[in-house]
């Protein structure tokens, strides 16, 4: 099973930008899917970006499209996701995931995760 690790993030500005990177080993990479979902503080975790494995479908909630951005690495087994004008209800932590197959939206349907990385955004 693919092991995954998250990097980047931290404390921004309101209307400030900041990636995130995840670094996958131990699986074949090309064959899975990837998302980027975000857990912020007292709620559940929500979905924010996926693509496929060729990266040529993406996929974006309404709440953060043209906002955020996925993008992979195949040659390096690794995603990112960058965003843009950061608003503070972005505050959360920001977790990668990866399935076998095709990109869907919803948390239990992956099989790996990231172990999070704190995104605080400051008003």
């Known amino acids: 099973q693919v092991q995954l690790v998250e990097s980047g993030g931290g404390w921004v500005q309101a209307g400030g930008s900041v990636g995130l990177t995840c670094a996958a080993s131990g699986g074949n990479f090309f064959n899975h899917a990837m998302a980027w979902f975000r857990q912020p503080p007292g709620k559940g975790r929500e979905f924010v970006a996926a693509i496929n494995r060729r990266g040529g479908q993406k996929y974006n909630p309404d709440s953060v499209k043209g906002r955020f951005n996925i993008s992979r690495d195949n040659a390096k087994d690794t995603i990112y996701l960058q965003m843009k004008s950061l608003e503070p209800s972005d505050t959360a932590v920001y977790y990668c995931?990866?399935?076998?197959?095709?990109?869907?939206?919803?948390?239990?349907?992956?099989?790996?995760w990231g172990q999070g990385t704190q995104v605080t955004v400051s008003s």
């Open positions: 995931a990866a399935r076998y197959g095709i990109i869907v939206t919803s948390a239990g349907e992956y099989e790996a």
